[in-house]
Protein backbone atom coordinates (compact mmCIF):
# COMPACT_ATOMS: atom_id res chain seq x y z
CA UNK A 1 0.00 0.00 0.00
CA UNK A 2 0.85 3.64 -1.01
CA UNK A 3 0.52 7.00 0.64
CA UNK A 4 -2.00 7.60 -2.13
CA UNK A 5 -4.30 4.39 -1.58
CA UNK A 6 -4.47 5.74 1.81
CA UNK A 7 -5.50 9.44 0.51
CA UNK A 8 -8.00 7.43 -2.41
CA UNK A 9 -9.76 5.14 0.69
CA UNK A 10 -9.96 8.91 2.82
CA UNK A 11 -11.93 10.18 -0.11
CA UNK A 12 -13.74 7.38 -0.70
CA UNK A 13 -14.80 6.62 2.58
CA UNK A 14 -15.88 8.99 5.05
CA UNK A 15 -15.49 7.12 8.48
CA UNK A 16 -12.16 5.93 7.30
CA UNK A 17 -11.01 9.56 6.71
CA UNK A 18 -12.54 10.46 10.23
CA UNK A 19 -10.50 7.62 11.90
CA UNK A 20 -7.42 8.63 10.09
CA UNK A 21 -7.62 12.29 11.23
CA UNK A 22 -8.39 11.51 15.05
CA UNK A 23 -5.47 8.79 15.19
CA UNK A 24 -3.37 8.72 12.07
CA UNK A 25 -0.21 7.23 13.62
CA UNK A 26 -2.58 3.91 14.52
CA UNK A 27 -4.40 4.59 11.25
CA UNK A 28 -1.10 4.09 9.01
CA UNK A 29 0.49 1.06 11.73
CA UNK A 30 -2.44 -0.78 10.81
CA UNK A 31 -2.54 -0.34 6.83
CA UNK A 32 0.74 -0.79 6.57
CA UNK A 33 0.81 -3.57 8.79
CA UNK A 34 4.11 -2.40 10.49
CA UNK A 35 5.01 -0.37 14.15
CA UNK A 36 6.14 3.09 13.67
CA UNK A 37 8.77 4.45 15.93
CA UNK A 38 7.43 6.43 19.13
CA UNK A 39 9.36 9.62 17.55
CA UNK A 40 7.49 9.57 14.31
CA UNK A 41 4.88 12.17 14.29
CA UNK A 42 1.93 12.34 11.70
CA UNK A 43 -0.31 15.34 10.59
CA UNK A 44 -3.37 14.49 8.06
CA UNK A 45 -4.41 18.19 6.61
CA UNK A 46 -7.45 18.29 4.37
CA UNK A 47 -7.15 20.94 1.50
CA UNK A 48 -9.74 23.77 1.28
CA UNK A 49 -11.03 24.68 -2.01
CA UNK A 50 -8.77 27.11 -3.85
CA UNK A 51 -5.74 25.69 -1.29
CA UNK A 52 -2.67 24.15 -2.87
CA UNK A 53 -0.74 22.57 0.37
CA UNK A 54 3.29 21.61 -0.63
CA UNK A 55 5.26 19.46 1.48
CA UNK A 56 8.73 19.78 1.08
CA UNK A 57 10.99 16.74 2.05
CA UNK A 58 13.64 17.40 5.07
CA UNK A 59 17.10 16.15 3.55
CA UNK A 60 20.05 16.86 5.53
CA UNK A 61 22.82 19.05 4.27
CA UNK A 62 25.47 15.96 4.24
CA UNK A 63 23.08 13.65 2.30
CA UNK A 64 24.39 13.74 -1.51
CA UNK A 65 21.48 12.96 -3.73
CA UNK A 66 21.75 12.87 -7.45
CA UNK A 67 18.96 14.98 -9.73
CA UNK A 68 17.28 12.14 -11.05
CA UNK A 69 17.22 11.04 -7.01
CA UNK A 70 15.66 14.36 -6.21
CA UNK A 71 12.74 14.35 -8.84
CA UNK A 72 12.26 10.91 -7.62
CA UNK A 73 11.88 12.37 -3.87
CA UNK A 74 10.08 15.46 -5.37
CA UNK A 75 7.03 12.89 -6.69
CA UNK A 76 6.27 14.55 -9.75
CA UNK A 77 2.97 15.36 -8.88
CA UNK A 78 1.69 18.00 -10.72
CA UNK A 79 0.44 20.91 -8.26
CA UNK A 80 -1.38 23.15 -10.07
CA UNK A 81 -4.43 20.37 -10.38
CA UNK A 82 -5.98 20.93 -6.90
CA UNK A 83 -8.77 18.67 -7.77
CA UNK A 84 -8.52 15.73 -5.24
CA UNK A 85 -10.23 17.20 -2.53
CA UNK A 86 -13.62 18.40 -4.37
CA UNK A 87 -13.37 15.23 -7.39
CA UNK A 88 -11.52 12.64 -6.68
CA UNK A 89 -12.16 10.74 -9.92
CA UNK A 90 -10.56 13.24 -11.85
CA UNK A 91 -7.32 12.34 -9.95
CA UNK A 92 -6.77 9.41 -11.46
Known amino acids: ?39 VKIKVIEEKPNEITLVIPKISNETKITDNELKQLAGGTNVLRPCCSTNPAGCE
Open 1 to 39: MKKEDIIYKALKDPKFKRALEENPKKILEKEFGQKLSND
